[in-house]
């Protein structure tokens, strides 16, 4: 009895052994997420975020320069008032 429970014992270690070294070798053989085989991203969706990104630096610099046009001219009227 005790023989055949050694045994049940022995092949359920020997096979969970087994089926970890064989996860590991697929998982080794997959790659890591990231790598230039399977990326995060891609390039052309990072072009189009950095695109819409640019187009709102755009509007802000415009903005920002038209506010500082803005400004220059009320500081000229305000001492055309002194």
Sequence with gaps: ???KRAVIIGTV???TLVGF???QAVNAAIGS???QNDPLVTKSY?????GKLQV??????DEADALREEIAGLRTEIENLK
């Design 21 to 23: 070294v064989l996860g």
């Design 46 to 50: 990072v072009d189009t975020e950095a």
């Design 13 to 15: 270690l020997v096979l």
């Design 33 to 35: 997420p990231g790598d």
């Design 1 to 3: 009895m005790f023989g």
């Design 56 to 61: 709102q630096i755009d509007d802000l610099t």
